[in-house]
């Protein structure tokens, strides 16, 4: 429900047993040539359905939905449904004045380890995603590798595979992510990923409908994402 399909990204797509992908943003014109390739068998592929940028606004931490906003009022605005569990999340933890077209929009997360999940900002989210019938685009593996990622260390979720992929994407999964000056930033960085999942069974519990996106351009990661939605309860 969340990919960003390239032509090498297609076979892999495959091979991790993907056959179907909502790319959710690309070069439109070389989307339609693959999309194009995909269908006649010139290259190896899913079937896209296409979902691209709606404003194609771009910041020093790349695309996102409309800055200086929050979810609530995108919603309230008439947008259908919320990408990322950390955009969800942004809307308890920062405010108006703080560009989530930014790196912010990661390590704004990391404020999460203390975020109490009955105050009364949560609670009127949910109420809207319920009056509008708003689902989330979880793509919470990305979080996961974000927040969790360490040097020289395999995520759950690579270990069946990463050590069959070429040097440089092990490497690229072998690595801490984020800035740290200490070990207590990086059991900062573990809480708070902590919250993240807390968040995914908050949602469960309140029968928010969760899609599951990868933010991905190779669907391995989808296996993953849904062993993370059943660590949440499903």
């Not at 943003?25 to 989307?31: A, F, I, S």
């Not at 902590?194 to 469960?204: E, F, I, N, P, Q």
Request: with cysteine; aromatic share 6%.
């Amino acid at each position: 429900m969340h990919g960003h399909v390239d032509g090498w990204g297609g076979l892999f797509a495959l091979a991790a047993g993907v056959t179907s992908v909502r790319d959710m943003g690309n070069v439109n014109e070389r989307l339609l040539e693959l999309e194009e390739c995909f269908e006649s068998g010139e290259l190896a592929g899913p079937t896209i359905t296409r979902s691209g940028y709606l404003d194609g606004v771009r910041g020093p931490g790349g695309y996102g939905i409309t800055p200086f906003t929050t979810p609530d009022k995108m919603i309230e605005a008439g947008y259908d449904e919320i990408t990322h569990v950390n955009q969800l999340m942004l809307g308890w933890l920062i405010d108006e004045t703080e560009d989530t077209l930014s790196p912010l929009r990661i390590m704004g997360l990391t404020r999460a380890a203390k975020l109490d999940l009955t105050s009364e900002p949560v609670r009127r989210t949910l109420n809207l995603m319920h009056d509008h019938g708003i689902g989330l685009d979880t793509t919470v593996c990305v979080m996961e590798g974000l927040l969790l990622c360490r040097d020289g260390k395999t995520l759950p979720g690579d270990e069946a595979i990463l050590d069959h992929l070429p040097p440089a994407y092990q490497h690229d999964r072998r690595h801490t992510y984020l800035p740290h000056e200490s070990e207590e930033d990086l059991a900062t960085y573990e809480q708070s990923f902590a919250k993240v999942m807390d968040t995914l069974r908050l949602l469960r519990a309140e029968g928010i409908p969760l899609w599951p996106g990868t933010d991905d351009n190779t669907g391995f990661s989808l296996h993953r994402e849904l062993e993370l939605y059943t660590q949440a309860g499903y």
